[in-house]
């Protein structure tokens, strides 16, 4: 029983070893990406340029748009995503020392692990649509929130529309994983 | 006339409560309606002053304990005709027999600085005879509750002719802030919800702990790298490892096989995720699914030679069997809905699942050939059953609707009886529920 005295002083450690990227971008708006991943230092919005500036990371965010929707269990990209995706693709090609995690999410309607899967299925969609569209596929790492960082908290689907997503988060180059 | 009238009254009156029990004091569980047995517990005897607070503790944990299984329920102590005063003083039967207890649970408690010790004796009350031998457990002070849970799984145990469940500890998630911004860590508490310790801190989301066989250590998936990676936590000095994955790669969804030495889980890669197995020990990886489908939340049968594991294959989510070492699958899940989380009971005749039809989830349970389903809970949102040590019970995480939603962990019978949330301060989900502590 005096087992969890000696816990409370490893966690100590553990909060203070908790890593961080800085080089990493957040995603905008809702600050989703890498939240709760110990990876959301990014660079706040205005270091990340201005969102008239083609180059920044603001534009690619704002402007082009740095997700896209997906259907009731499905990673099928939509016409409206596609469009968003090949602006996104030419940004890439354009800023070519920018690399992105795509970051597939999925609506609370569903278990834990197979929103995961589906989250990945749905990351990896994007991806080989940039791939598709002339993206270095060494530039592109997929992961997956599965149903953990909802953007929309209500419970219907108006909600569950907009947390079905896959967004784009850009970073420096040289990442590694 | 009236006397006689009064005659056939009292012997009625009499034989009532022996009509509730023929034969020893057994209690078959069953999936019927069942009438609970009654249950006395005079509070323990405190063989040393210092023993006093302990013997009223331990004796309510006890009384907790049993009624909050819904197969027992107590006598209050209002209704005791008879005290008791000492722990080897012969027991008045008839003064039990009379307030309709059937089973009779007497302790006592020694306290010795920080150690504790409590035994305790059970009494068939109608038959008039101890049911087992008197037995001693030993322990620290600050482990009182251990003491009494032991007290209350070894009388489970002797009515029921089954393990228990109360000296065990789960598992969990615990849940903290706002659904788009929820904190997790990784959170271990007694099964009743009482001594909650943390394992991690929540600088990063962790999910679906699983315990291993003993209960030693620790499978989870955290997002502590941006992906879904499995890390293996050691409970006693929650030292931890990842286990390693290549880059591009997300695993999670792991459990332990029956050794504790093998990990089974989902690997994801391109868009695809199927179902692995690694030696903890070489690191060595085989893949025992090889669909282009979502194979995910393995679980090995407790002999480990088949794995249930949910598959869309078929179009969407539905439970399979397959041998330990991959191969052809068979499909066991076919009504209505969608169906994951399987989860092999420890008896090996059940699979517990998560089945999402018509807007709504249950908890439920199968046999293993996929007849008799049977649903035992529903609600917006029910998943992730873990099985008690002894197959009685299953835990799981409801979610509330809404912007304020928040996760609790209920437990349910197999039966569908007696579901009731796990006290606790704070949000909590995936539950993991270990062995019956030594």
């Known amino acids: ?177 | 006339m009236i006397k006689r009238l009064l005659t056939v009254l009292v012997a009625l009156v009499l034989a009532g409560p022996m009509m509730a029990q023929s034969g020893p004091l057994r209690l078959t569980i069953t999936d019927g309606v069942i009438e609970p047995i009654t249950f006395a517990v005079p509070s323990f005897e405190a063989e040393t002053p210092a023993a006093q607070q302990a013997a009223s503790d331990i004796s309510r944990l006890v009384v907790q304990d049993l009624a909050g299984t819904g197969l027992f329920r107590e006598v209050p102590a209002t209704a005791f005709i008879s005290q008791i005063s000492s722990f080897v003083q012969p027991v008045a039967f008839a003064d039990w027999r009379a307030i309709n207890a059937q089973a009779l649970i007497v302790g006592a408690v020694t306290v010795n600085g920080d150690q504790l010790t409590v035994k305790f004796r059970l009494y068939d009350v109608f038959s008039g005879q101890e049911l087992g031998q008197g037995l001693q457990f030993a322990g620290t002070t600050a482990g009182w509750r251990r003491m009494g849970h032991k007290v209350a799984d070894a009388v489970y145990s002797r009515i029921t002719g089954e393990g228990g469940y109360f000296d065990s500890r789960v598992v969990f998630v615990s849940e903290a802030g706002p659904k788009d911004n929820r904190q997790k860590r990784l959170a271990i508490m007694d099964f009743d919800g009482a001594n909650v310790q943390f394992l991690t801190d929540s600088s990063s989301i962790v999910l679906a702990p699983r315990f291993s066989p003993s209960g030693d250590r620790v499978l989870y998936t955290s997002f502590e790298s941006g992906f879904p990676r499995i890390n293996l936590l050691n409970v006693a000095n929650v030292g931890r490892q990842e286990l390693s994955t290549a880059p591009g790669e997300m695993a999670f969804s792991p459990r332990f096989s029956r050794d504790g030495r093998q990990v089974i889980y989902s690997l994801s890669n391109g868009g695809n995720t199927d179902i692995y197995r690694t030696d903890l020990a070489t690191g060595q990886h085989v893949r025992l699914t090889q669909a282009p489908s979502i194979e995910t939340a393995p679980s090995l049968s407790p002999d480990g030679s088949q794995i249930v594991f949910e598959s869309d294959r078929s179009g969407n989510q539905q439970l399979y069997i397959m041998s330990a070492n991959g191969g052809e699958a068979r499909r066991i899940s076919f009504g209505e809905g969608r169906y994951g989380t399987p989860v092999w009971s420890p008896r090996g005749d059940l699979v517990a699942f998560t089945k999402q039809n018509a807007g709504r989830f249950h908890i439920g349970v199968m046999r293993t050939d996929g007849s008799e389903e049977r649903l035992l809970t529903s609600s917006f949102l029910d998943e992730g059953p873990t099985w008690s040590p002894n197959g009685r019970v299953i835990m799981f995480s409801r979610e509330t609707q809404g912007a304020g939603g928040t996760s609790s962990m209920y437990s349910v019978d197999i039966s569908g009886r007696n579901l009731k949330a796990v006290p606790l301060p704070s949000g909590a989900s995936d539950p993991s529920w270990g062995p019956l502590q030594p």
């Open chain 1, 1 to 177: 029983m005096t087992l969890f005295k000696t816990t409370a002083v490893v966690l100590l450690v553990l909060a203070t070893a908790a890593c961080t990227n800085p080089d990493r971008f957040g995603a905008g708006r809702d600050g989703s990406a890498g939240a709760g991943a110990g990876a959301n230092a990014g660079l706040g919005a205005g270091m990340a340029g201005s969102a008239s500036d083609p180059t920044s990371p603001l534009f690619f965010n704002q402007t082009i748009g740095d997700r896209v929707l997906f259907a009731v269990d499905t990673s099928t990209i939509t016409p409206a995503g596609q469009t968003i995706l090949d602006g996104q693709a030419q940004w890439l090609l354009t800023n070519a020392d920018y690399r992105a995690v795509i970051e597939g999410h999925a609506d609370e309607q569903g278990t834990r692990e197979y929103n995961l899967a589906l989250g990945q299925r749905r990351a990896n969609a994007v991806r080989e649509y940039l791939v598709s569209r002339g993206v270095p596929s060494s530039r592109l790492q997929v992961t997956s929130f599965g149903k953990e960082r909802p953007i929309a908290v209500c419970s219907d689907e108006s909600c569950y529309a907009q947390n079905r997503r896959a967004v784009t988060v850009l970073s420096f180059s040289a990442m590694t994983s």
